[in-house]
């Protein structure tokens, strides 16, 4: 079965540092995976994709994610954080249809990151 | 393009009554899915809905059901509320289904079962 585990609940970063979210999945097959930004009282808003190629992307805000196949990570990242990053970061994986999976979109529970001034 | 957008953004019910929720996708997009977003439980996939057929289903007893309109709009029902069903009701479209497609949400209908 496919899943996706976010290992901190929270993040607290000083504004100006960088800042690492994490994020490790587990697959059968080539993952397509993804992170999410929610905000509080609103929807969850995209932020970028992996589905293959350079395994560095590239996403809106000047967030960026690493893919690392052997230790089936998806970290998200920024090199300096700033105040209104503060929010609930999701990453989420799909597996490709068959073999048990269905094809939906499986998300993590979730991390809180908070910057601070 | 406008974004997803569902109604009600609030609503309140007793337990036993039923609920529709209604979820408008971003112009041409024909793929819409539902989650449901609690603390305990985080965002949890309901079904996925593509051209008016149900694609995908999670794990949810037969009181949650779904269905797509021709203009690819899309609703959600809950039948014999429970005070477990209370929670944010997220609605989110794609242009395809599956894959890589990306799905942008709507702000969430917030459900409270008293």
């Known amino acids: 079965a496919q899943s996706v585990a976010q290992p901190e609940d929270q993040v607290n970063v000083a504004e100006g540092n960088p800042l690492t979210v994490k994020c490790t999945y587990s697959?059968?097959?080539?993952?397509?995976l993804f992170w999410y930004v929610q905000y509080p009282n609103r929807g969850l808003q995209f932020l970028l994709k992996?589905?293959?190629?350079?395994?560095l992307v590239k996403g809106s805000y000047g967030f960026e994610a690493e893919f690392n196949k052997s230790q089936t990570s998806f970290h998200l990242k920024k090199p300096s954080a700033l105040v209104s990053d503060s929010a609930l970061y999701f990453c989420?994986?799909?597996?490709?249809?068959?073999?048990?999976?269905?094809?939906?979109?499986?998300f993590g529970k979730g991390t809180k990151l908070s910057v601070k001034p | 393009k406008a974004g997803v957008t569902q109604t009600p953004r609030y609503l309140i019910k007793t337990r036993g009554q039923q609920v529709t929720l209604s979820c408008s996708p971003i112009?041409?997009?024909?793929?819409v899915s539902w989650y449901q977003q609690t603390p305990g439980q985080g965002l949890q996939f309901l079904f996925e809905?593509?051209?008016?057929?149900?694609?995908n289903k999670g794990n949810f007893p037969g009181r949650f059901s779904g269905r797509q309109f021709s203009n690819s709009r899309s609703e959600m029902n809950v039948s014999t509320l429970e005070l477990g069903d209370s929670a944010l009701y997220l609605c989110?479209?794609?242009f395809g289904a599956g894959g890589s497609y990306e799905q942008y949400f709507g702000p969430g209908t917030r459900l409270t079962v008293t």
């Open positions: 989110a479209s794609s």
């Open positions: 697959v059968s097959g080539n993952p397509y």
């Open positions: 992996y589905i293959t190629g350079d395994n």
């Open positions: 989420a994986v799909r597996a490709p249809v068959g073999g048990g999976s269905q094809g939906n979109l499986i």
């Open positions: 112009s041409g997009h024909r793929s």
């Open positions: 809905y593509f051209s008016e057929t149900q694609r």
